[in-house]
């Protein structure tokens, strides 16, 4: 599957933005879903996932309140609509799909869960 995440840009603090993801090339459906975040000097982390089939949430705690993750499997669109936004949430935003089935606690937030990633886009909170 081929993934392309736009939407960020430029936002003041405890503004919004919507970043979106288009799935291409498998069905969009038999993926789990999740979106990730990499500042400059660090590494790349965990902010929110979405199941494949029961369309379960996670949240990384610093994001908890004011992102939501949504898909919409007509469209094979991932979203993650962030709000309330601060200045350490300034980082490339990437999509990712599993196909294979992971367990074990935690499994959504390791990135070697995912097979495929998008290219990433840019979001900077300015204060």
């Known amino acids: 599957v081929q993934l392309q995440a736009s939407g960020g840009g430029l936002v003041q603090a405890g503004g919004s933005l919507r970043l979106s993801c288009s799935a291409s090339g498998r069905t969009f459906s038999n993926y789990d879903m999740g979106w990730f975040r990499q500042a400059p000097g660090k590494e790349r982390e965990f902010v929110s996932a979405i199941t494949k089939y029961t369309g379960n949430t996670y949240y990384a705690d610093a994001v908890k309140e004011r992102f939501t993750v949504f898909k919409d499997s007509a469209k094979n669109t991932l979203y993650l609509q962030m709000s309330s936004l601060k200045p350490e949430d300034t980082a490339v935003y990437y999509c990712?799909?599993?196909?294979?089935?992971?367990?074990?606690?935690?499994?959504?937030?390791?990135?070697?869960?995912?097979?495929?990633w998008g290219q990433g886009t840019l979001v900077t909170v300015s204060s």
């Open positions: 990712a799909a599993a196909y294979r089935t992971s367990s074990g606690g935690g499994w959504y937030a390791k990135i070697g869960t995912y097979d495929y």
